[in-house]
């Protein structure tokens, strides 16, 4: 297969929220594959999967997979008030897509996970939940939150541990891919690192980066005079690699309501 083919190819996408941000990723984040968001704590990774769960549950014809999610986390505690925050604005702005006592916070099905080795057996029971999971509201949506924690400390530095790290890596990618083919499921895996998996993985590669730029506020005065000057936090996503996507960035801002890409 060609680097052309590859970028013809179509799949199923799930819209993260955010018009801006779809536009970037044509469409959102793609079905049948493994999309990895790479940034330092703080930038924005855990907001954009929980608004991710929240939009998987949209209809097609909106953007969404009509699905429920499977959310694997690492990082502790979970953020159950951030997350019950945003379902409030998604509820808000989705009304007319749900039943009035609805609670789109029932369909993310939240999971701890404390060591690699626990994931891996999580994954070996993802199938089974899977599948029963087509009597109701379907899983279509895996987040792990975040995949790194679980390979920094848990290893010692030597030939041994590395070589059982890099096993127990190999196997749970493994069988991620193999869960999002045989499902056609989006996967989502943060890495609070700054090395990417790599793009022979087979794994489309997002960065998240974060500054601080010192911007003008205009406040009018009773002398007519504005002077005030603020510290606003610059958010950015670039595309690192992926077969269907050029190299390409935007900007985004953190609100109360969520995650919103800005334009210039």
Known sequence: M?????????????????????????????CDSITE?????????????????????????HGGL????????????????????????????????FPVNDNPCDRIFVQSVHTADHLLEIMSKTDPFIENSKNQVPVRLIVIDSIAALFRSDFDNTPVELKRRSSLFFKISSKLKALAKRFNLAVLVT?????????????????LSRNEEV??????KSN????????????????????H????????????????????
């Open 2 to 30: 060609t680097p052309q083919s590859l970028l013809q190819l179509t799949s199923q996408k799930c819209t993260t929220g955010c018009p801006i941000l779809d536009r970037l990723l044509y469409g959102g984040i793609p």
């Open 37 to 61: 968001i790479v940034a330092e704590s703080g930038s924005g990774k855990t907001q954009i999967c929980l608004q991710l769960s929240l939009h998987a549950q949209l209809p097609v014809s």
């Open 66 to 97: 009509a699905a429920s999610s499977l959310y694997l986390h690492t990082e502790f505690p979970f953020p159950f008030r951030r997350l019950h925050q945003l379902c409030l604005s998604f509820r808000s702005s989705n009304a007319h897509h």
């Open 191 to 207: 890495n609070q690192v700054v090395d990417l998996v790599g793009p022979n993985e087979g794994i489309n590669g997002l960065f």
């Open 215 to 220: 911007i003008r506020e205009e406040n009018e």
């Open 224 to 243: 007519g005079q504005s002077c005030d000057f603020v510290k606003k936090k610059m958010r950015k996503l670039y595309v690192v690699f992926a077969p």
């Open 245 to 264: 996507l050029p190299e390409s960035s935007c900007e985004f801002e953190i609100t109360r309501e969520g995650l919103f890409g800005v334009e210039r």
